[in-house]
Antibody, heavy 121, light 107 residues
Framework: EVQLVESGGGLVQPGESLTLSCAASGFSFESYWVGWVRQAPGKGLEWVANIKQDGAEKYYVDSVRGRFTISRDNAKDSLYLQMNSLRAEDTAVYYC??????????????WGQGTLVTVSS | SYELTQPPSVSVSPGQTASITCSGDKLGDKYVSWSQQKPGQSPMLIIYQDSNRPSGIPERFSGSNSGNTATLTISGTQDLDEADYYCQVWDTNTPATFGGGTKLTVL
């Protein structure tokens, strides 16, 4: 069974940093693109970042580029999101998600339970 | 960046057919997936690559994509189908764009 378990969320003040982790199990983690998707309270889904199987390609939504860094450790079956200079608008539940498919046909087929990040003074 | 537009809400009576649209420029040239999210739960994939259903997803869920519009169709809608639905595309320039979501109400 595919499992994605996020951790690391919490309450931080504006300008502070936080690192999210996602532990994967039940599949060959190194064979898949994975990413982070967030959902602000009462709002829709927003893609945040993706990373290729070997970590050689990384993509970010404009609003986090330069502040967030996605990374992975295939030896530990883990995905990370380093978040710096956090803002109130980064407050959201952050989901780790696995992607399947190739190129333009790619899609997220499995999601974690999410971890809540609250940025507030 | 690429944009996907969904109606904020759709209502349907039990047993009837619900259609949820997702619009974008030349969307028919892209592959669309759909996810369902119930309150307090994580999203769940229900349609991928326009019209394919993952294992375990009921046959009453179907999808199509042509021109500028993709459509998620739920035939014989049940109370348990009440949820938020999101379309998504994966584009070279903007990976993993989501539509704004549609709240399906089963009246």
């Amino acid at each position: 069974e595919v499992q994605l378990v996020e951790s690391g969320g919490g309450l931080v003040q504006p300008g502070e940093s936080l690192t999210l982790s996602c532990a994967a199990s039940g599949f060959s983690f190194e064979s898949y693109w994975v990413g982070w998707v967030r959902q602000a309270p009462g709002k829709g889904l927003e893609w945040v970042a993706n990373i290729k199987q070997d970590g050689a390609e990384k993509y970010y939504v404009d609003s986090v580029r330069g502040r967030f860094t996605i990374s992975r450790d295939n030896a530990k079956d883990s995905l990370y999101l380093q978040m710096n200079s956090l803002r109130a608008e980064d407050t959201a539940v952050y989901y780790c998600a696995r992607a399947r498919g190739d190129g333009h046909s790619r899609y997220f087929d499995n999601w974690g339970q999410g971890t809540l990040v609250t940025v507030s003074s | 960046s690429y944009e996907l537009t969904q109606p904020p809400s759709v209502s349907v009576s039990p047993g009837q057919t619900a259609s949820i649209t997702c619009s974008g420029d030349k969307l028919g040239d892209k592959y669309v997936s759909w996810s369902q999210q119930k309150p307090g739960q994580s999203p769940m994939l229900i349609i991928y690559q326009d019209s394919n259903r993952p294992s375990g997803i009921p046959e009453r869920f179907s999808g199509s994509n042509s021109g500028n519009t993709a459509t998620l169709t739920i035939s014989g809608t049940q109370d348990l189908d009440e949820a938020d639905y999101y379309c998504q595309v994966w584009d070279t320039n903007t990976p993993a764009t989501f539509g704004g979501g549609t709240k399906l109400t089963v009246l």
